[in-house]
């Protein structure tokens, strides 16, 4: 057992060594300061990148994905201060490798990635959607394996992204779809291929742990949350006037959504009061459905029952459908990824396709050409753009299967 031990520790210390010294040698190479102004070969959505830094919402996002993400996951007595710390060092990993390959994708020029507070909001995004599917198999694989999984759900996370935004045109600023639902169904699929019956029954205890420890854990993730969220639903909009939508429906939708759990939990389960960590799960899903919609009119009711109905189907996932995901499906799903950001990710896509068809200059003004600048240009139709929209759910649900196989 001690051989063993002591193999494992030197596995991850020289993948960690191979991995760094590889992106050190990339950055080397490809890596450049971004340019005051954004070389228009890029298409660039704002002239000065870097002026980014100063504003709120990047320090915001940044926080969001280093704070709240590893402490979602502290809440499980097992696996609470080792998830934590492998959580950190996932992040360490993945910005760096998301910077290089989106950088590849995106902020390619003359042999050179341009490297500004926008292509580190993009790494972020996708760092955010590994930390997600890290949720689906915490605790059945050990640390060398989650670098693995970190190196190859971010090229598919990132093609993905590129497929949806850069080629089809599809709006979801806040990452309905990009984050998500593909970080939720590809954490399933890695679960599904490493499915082991004999631990089944531990996974279960683990998500009923209630200890005190535990419920404080919940407790800041909660209000992180609550403070950073807004933040990170709004953070790629260009323009502050294009920014207060998705702030405004996002809080809408979480202040609903928490409700919504105290309403169905107590007849759920035989508490007076929901547990923190239920909390937690209906802020995520409140959120979540907000991802494509936020920026759009979805209006201050609209949002209220949006997220209403992400946080009933929160606590109704884990009720009735997290068991059928385990005994029919085979998914062990430690975290839950499912019920709090599978499902609200595709209600928050439904959501963006329906209202893409109210996306006109009478009812968006100036907003239709940050939100959809190929409507405003009049080259498609509102009917195509919500066709676009659509059909980019089935896209990501098959990206992420796809990767999710190949990875696990």
């Not at 989106?102 to 995004?125: E, H, P, R, W």
């Not at 639902?181 to 009923?208: C, I, N, W």
């Not at 979540?288 to 009119?297: K, Q």
């Not at 068809?357 to 968006?364: C, I, K, P, R, V």
Request: charged share 15%; glycine share 8%.
């Amino acid at each position: 057992m001690p051989e063993h031990t002591a193999a494992s520790r030197l596995r991850l210390s020289g993948l960690c060594f191979l991995l760094q010294i590889l992106n050190i040698l990339l950055f080397a190479v490809f890596a450049r300061y971004s340019p005051e102004s954004c070389p228009p070969q890029l298409d660039c959505s704002q002239r000065n990148q870097d002026s980014a830094f100063q504003q709120p919402r990047f320090w915001d996002v940044h926080t969001q994905v280093l704070l709240s993400f590893g402490l979602l996951v502290a809440f499980l007595g097992r696996y609470g201060p080792g998830s934590t710390a492998i959580s950190i060092l996932i992040i360490a990993f993945a910005i760096q490798w998301a910077v290089l390959v989106q950088g590849f994708f995106n902020f390619f020029l003359d042999g050179k990635i341009y490297v500004g507070a926008q292509s580190i909001v993009s790494a972020d995004f996708c760092t955010a959607a590994v930390l997600i599917s890290t949720g689906a198999v915490l605790g059945r694989v050990n640390p060398v394996q989650m670098l693995l999984l970190a190196l190859l759900e971010v090229t598919v996370c990132t093609l993905n992204e590129y497929i949806l935004l850069r080629l089809m045109g599809v709006s979801d600023s806040g990452r309905s779809l990009t984050v998500h639902t593909f970080g939720a169904y590809f954490g399933l699929m890695v679960s599904r291929v490493l499915y082991q019956p004999h631990k089944d029954k531990r996974k279960r205890e683990e998500r009923q742990d209630t200890g005190h420890k535990a419920d404080v854990f919940a407790v800041v993730g909660t209000i992180y949350l609550w403070i950073f969220w807004p933040s990170f639903t709004s953070a790629t909009p260009v323009h502050d006037n294009a920014e207060n939508w998705a702030v405004i429906n996002t809080y809408f939708s979480l202040v609903a959504s928490t409700v919504a759990t105290f309403i169905l939990s107590p007849v759920l389960y035989e508490e007076s009061t929901p547990r923190m960590v239920q909390i937690q799960d209906a802020t995520l899903a409140g959120t979540a459905v907000m991802g494509m919609a936020g920026e759009m009119l979805v209006t201050p009711f609209g949002a209220l029952i949006a997220g209403f109905l992400a946080g009933l189907i929160s606590p109704l996932g884990f009720r009735f459908f997290r068991p059928v995901l385990r005994s029919r499906l085979k998914t062990q799903d430690t975290c839950g990824v499912h019920n709090t950001h599978g499902l609200p990710g595709i209600l928050g896509a439904l959501l963006g396709t329906l209202l893409t068809l109210l996306a006109t200059a009478d009812t968006f003004g100036d907003r239709l050409e940050l939100v959809f600048p190929l409507l405003a240009q009049g080259s498609r139709t509102v009917t195509d753009q919500a066709f676009i929209q659509l059909s980019a759910l089935p896209l990501t649900l098959l990206l992420a299967a796809l990767g999710g196989c190949l990875t696990g």
